[in-house]
């Protein structure tokens, strides 16, 4: 069991790729042990975090942590980012859920490649997730890593997985206090992404009160309005992604 959270039974987690046939291998979760009361319960996954971030610095990649509630758009949203700028930037996805290869299976149809993390009745990736994934992906210097977090906006927001940025995504089919109401997850983002902009018309949902609440919360963040499904506003997004990547 977690013990920040205590999300996720002894040894659940799973790494698979589309096709894998044998799914038994597992890896234990990097917070199972005694603690003393006065050591960080996240002092572990922090120092892995940190391994982690030396790896991406030393390939100089670029690794974007997306996390979200579930059903957002996530997976959408990298179909259609990796369609786009798969000739100018290499793509390699890490995708985490508590079950299926969905995901891994339809981003691995773009012709990137993926690696399904499966974290049982875990509710969050943590850095030794991320680090055995890596391992298995071996991405190359000079190369974009997305990790597409657990759907969920609490837990996720406490592990650092040693990502470059942490992209924060809603609906607009959410609310408008999403920020407010979870705003440790804001706080720690770089940048908001607000999807599903073409549903607005049939919608009661305020886009000024959501940025207000997005500046109370964290009044740096970056803001991207689009719908990735029909493609509006998505250029803003991919002209930030590739500025990001460029040298």
């Not at 199972?32 to 990649?61: P, Q, S, T």
């Not at 859920?97 to 691995?108: F, G, P």
């Not at 210097?141 to 992209?167: H, Q, S, W, Y």
């Not at 997850?185 to 207000?212: E, Y």
Request: glycine share 6%.
């Amino acid at each position: 069991m977690c013990d920040t959270c205590g999300c996720q039974s002894e040894d659940e987690a799973t790494y698979k790729k589309p096709g894998d046939t044998n799914h038994d291998h597992t890896h234990s979760h990097p917070l199972r042990h005694v603690l003393d009361v006065n050591r960080d319960l996240l002092h572990d996954n922090d120092l892995m975090a940190e391994r982690n971030r030396g790896f991406f610095e030393a390939r100089k990649i670029m690794a974007i942590n997306l996390v979200s509630s579930p059903g957002s758009g996530k997976t959408t949203l990298l179909e259609k980012t990796i369609s786009a700028l798969h000739k100018d930037i290499r793509f390699f996805v890490i995708a985490g859920d508590q079950n299926t290869l969905n995901d891994a299976t339809r981003i691995e149809k773009t012709g990137t490649e993926v690696i399904q993390i499966n974290t049982g009745t875990g509710c969050h990736l943590d850095a030794e997730m991320v680090h055995m994934a890596i391992r298995k992906l071996d991405p190359p210097r000079n190369t974009l890593l997305v990790i597409e977090n657990v759907g969920n906006l609490v837990c996720p927001a406490l592990f650092d997985l040693g990502e470059t940025k942490r992209i924060v995504m809603i609906s607009v089919t959410e609310g408008e206090d999403k920020p407010v109401k979870y705003p440790h997850m804001f706080k720690s983002s770089d940048v908001c992404i607000v999807n599903k902009t073409d549903l607005l018309p049939h919608l009661d949902f305020d886009l000024a009160q959501l940025r207000g609440n997005i500046k109370k919360v964290n009044h740096q963040m970056k803001v991207f309005e689009l719908s990735a499904l029909k493609g509006e506003g998505l250029q803003q997004w991919l002209k930030w992604l590739t500025a990001q990547k460029t040298p």
